[in-house]
T-cell receptor, first 111, second 112 residues
Framework: GQQLNQSPQSMFIQEGEDVSMNCTSS?????WLWYKQDPGEGPVLLIA?????ELTSNGRLTAQFGITRKDSFLNISASIPSDVGIYFC???????????FGTGTSLTVIP | NAGVTQTPKFRVLKTGQSMTLLCAQD?????MYWYRQDPGMGLRLIHY???????AKGEVPDGYNVSRLKKQNFLLGLESAAPSQTSVYFC???????????FGPGTRLTVT
């Protein structure tokens, strides 16, 4: 299957700091989704992106659809303890019905 | 509005046993999906359905079967469980193929 590389694999940050993570692929995608997963729960959709260059915000979260269509970025501003969890990207190619998921970025926020 | 629900939440099977996982959604979504999640790996698609009465193979379909007899339900079956099928299984649904997917809470399956 398609490989989506998420970076970094894990992050340990102080409360109040900003966070940046990204998702890259060798293939072109038409849609990017960003999810957050809490321990023992299913992934919850944070942001959906449908157009190259698109920048979309959801509260303190901002995501961007890369211009090359091979990458996407998620930023979290002024992190708080409840931001702890695993963040996944998912990409959909033009020719497919199937979303491919990244391996996740684990975020720990230290109060 | 419950969204996507899954039963059971936990299950332990012996090698060779069979079981069925049930997924239900009340959002009138056409598409439904079964994924498995293993440590250090992203979600991998097992099977999916584009509408009532249809099923299709995903990335890792071997050892699993599915059925979509009603629009709101999607069943995942393991006919003869193997330890390699120990995983957390997630169901998801969406209005159409390229649309946002909404996930259930997961089923943690252990095969001994």
């Amino acid at each position: 299957g398609q490989q989506l590389n998420q970076s970094p694999q894990s992050m340990f940050i102080q409360e109040g700091e900003d966070v940046s993570m990204n998702c890259t692929s060798s293939s072109i995608f038409n849609t990017w989704l960003w999810y957050k997963q809490d321990p023992g729960e299913g992934p919850v959709l944070l942001i959906a992106l449908y157009k190259a260059g698109e920048l979309t915000s959801n509260g303190r979260l901002t995501a961007q659809f890369g211009i090359t269509r091979k990458d996407s970025f998620l930023n979290i501003s002024a992190s708080i303890p409840s931001d702890v969890g695993i963040y996944f990207c998912a990409g959909l190619q033009a020719t497919g019905n199937q979303f491919y998921f990244g391996t996740g970025t684990s975020l720990t926020v230290i109060p | 509005n419950a969204g996507v629900t899954q039963t059971p939440k936990f299950r332990v099977l012996k090698t060779g046993q069979s079981m069925t996982l049930l997924c239900a959604q009340d959002m009138n979504h056409e598409y439904m999906y079964w994924y498995r999640q293993d440590p250090g790996m992203g979600l991998r698609l097992i099977h999916y359905s584009v509408g009532e009465g249809t099923t299709a193979k995903g990335e890792v379909p071997d050892g699993y079967n599915v059925s979509r007899l009603k629009k709101q339900n999607f069943l995942l079956g393991l006919e003869s469980a193997a330890p390699s099928q120990t995983s957390v299984y997630f169901c998801a649904s969406s209005y159409f193929g390229g649309d946002e997917q909404y996930f259930g809470p997961g089923t943690r399956l252990t095969v001994t």
